[in-house]
């Protein structure tokens, strides 16, 4: 699911992408052999592209990529997970760890950190910091002016669980995660983590900040404040 800055919501599937707004909904049929439906699609290069889960990268309306986009991806690079731009640059989190899309080169390759084999479940971007959430390993925090990890949040600083479902960076210097049992609090000077254990016992899969509020919407018990 993509909200652009019209006010369109687009919704995508292995079916197609749909586009909806106030008066109608309109789909674009664009289907790939992927046995699940956990597509991406962001906005790169003045163009909707999307993510794949099992296809790589691939078009919507517009010839963004050459048909030999995905001929650098490892079988398991080919599972897209999540997808951000920064400063006209792809970043993409698969099964295979965090690959990089330059628009002037239009050729993925592999960002060169050690141990860049991780399954990654997100990533969020803020102060020129990339994190990255996996599913077995916590969170690399990978500097994008140093080109290189800076942090490594993980059990062995208090995570709970080694699974991050979602991230969100504040500006006070601490870092919400979304972790598969629990909330963490992690303060980014100390690398200090702080559990909240919910009430529900379902796993919380995004996190947000809105009037000075952290809300945590779950999987099956709803939004916490």
Request: proline share 2%; hydrophobic share 40%; aromatic share 12%.
């Amino acid at each position: 699911m993509f909200h652009d800055a019209s006010g369109v919501l687009w919704l995508v599937s292995n079916q197609g992408v749909e586009q909806i707004n106030e008066s109608y909904i309109t789909n674009y049929e664009v289907v790939f052999d992927i046995p699940i439906n956990a597509n991406e699609i962001k906005f790169f290069d003045n163009e909707i592209i999307i993510g794949s889960y099992g296809a790589g990268l691939q078009n919507f309306l517009a010839n963004t990529f050459t048909a030999n986009i995905n001929d650098n991806f490892s079988k398991k690079g080919l599972r897209v997970s999540d997808v951000i731009t920064i400063n006209n640059t792809l970043y993409i989190a698969t099964f295979d760890g965090l690959w990089w899309l330059d628009a002037n080169k239009n050729i993925v390759e592999k960002v060169a950190f050690p141990e860049n084999n991780k399954l990654i479940l997100n990533l969020e971007y803020h102060n020129n910091l990339l994190y990255i959430g996996t599913n077995y390993d916590g969170v690399y925090v990978y500097d994008l002016l140093a080109k290189k990890i800076i942090n490594h949040i993980s059990t062995s600083q208090g995570l709970s669980s080694p699974e991050v479902i979602d991230i969100l960076p504040l500006d006070n210097g601490y870092t919400w995660l979304a972790t598969a049992s629990a909330v963490e609090i992690t303060n980014n000077q100390t690398n200090s983590t702080r559990n909240i254990i919910l009430p529900g016992s379902s796993k919380v899969v995004s996190l947000l900040k809105a009037d000075n509020k952290i809300f945590a919407a779950t999987l099956g018990d709803g939004i916490y404040a």
